[in-house]
């Protein structure tokens, strides 16, 4: 009768119909995600050159990529999920272990290539978004999320993609904004997501698979969270 009563009201008495409209809001909401994931890959494709500049304009003087660098072990396989213009793997290759960085823009990768220099070759930089990351099921030990959850269109599925990729026992690390009220950096810097909680990121991560969660909030300013976890 409930079942029933549900449908009456939403006008909807036949399976058939039901189906075909949930394929329909399927369709629009990918269709939605597209148009911010190319929005976003044209942002940084637009600033790709002065990147370092408004990254730091950004996030202020703060700077945790210490905290993620002593956290690697020097022969495991890492991925840094977007990963810019490369100011981790600058501090990072070369190194014993593989490493991997995975953008959406090109111009990023390009930037990042002229960072590294003659190291570049050391490192596989790869075109993709981080919710359908170019790399092998169960072939990293460690992933990076380095300030990227915000710019993300769909954190938890990149999460989701990020478990595919790992080893067991492998380490997913992520580093990102409390939530705020910022508005401006929806459009100053294509945030999408205007930070998150830690316990949202821990319900993610544990809802995939992830176990050993723990999280800290970072910083003087108390505006950065980090989380770490294993598969």
């Given at each position: 009768?409930?079942?029933?009563?549900?449908l009456s009201a939403m006008k909807l008495e036949d399976s058939s119909e039901i189906a075909a409209a949930i394929q329909v809001d399927a369709e629009n909401a990918g269709k939605l995600a597209d148009k911010r994931r190319s929005r976003?890959?044209?942002y940084f494709d637009s600033v790709a050159s002065?990147?370092?500049n408004i990254r730091e304009t950004a996030l202020g003087q703060e700077n945790f990529l210490d905290l993620v660098t002593e956290q690697i072990e020097p022969e495991e396989t890492i991925l840094e999920l977007g990963c810019g213009s490369g100011a981790l793997l600058d501090l990072l290759a070369p190194r014993p272990g593989s490493t991997m960085g995975v953008d959406c823009s090109e111009a990023m990768l390009e930037e990042a290539r002229k960072k590294l220099g003659s190291r570049s070759s050391t490192v596989d930089l790869?075109?993709?978004y981080?919710?359908?990351l170019p790399v092998g099921d169960e072939s990293i030990d460690t992933v990076i999320g380095y300030m990227v959850l915000h710019h993300t269109t769909n954190p938890r599925d990149a999460l989701a993609d990020s478990f595919r990729v790992l080893k067991t026992g492998g380490s997913c690390i992520l580093v990102d904004l409390m939530p705020h009220d910022k508005e401006y950096m929806r459009e100053r810097f294509a945030d999408v997501?205007?930070?998150?909680?830690?316990s949202q990121v821990q319900e993610w991560l544990e809802s995939l698979g992830f176990h050993s969660v723990t999280t800290r909030v970072l910083g003087e300013k108390q505006?950065?969270?980090m989380a770490i976890c294993k598969k």
């Open positions: 009768l409930l079942i029933r009563a549900a976003t890959r044209d002065d990147w370092h790869r075109l993709g981080v919710e359908h997501w205007l930070g998150f909680s830690p505006e950065v969270f």
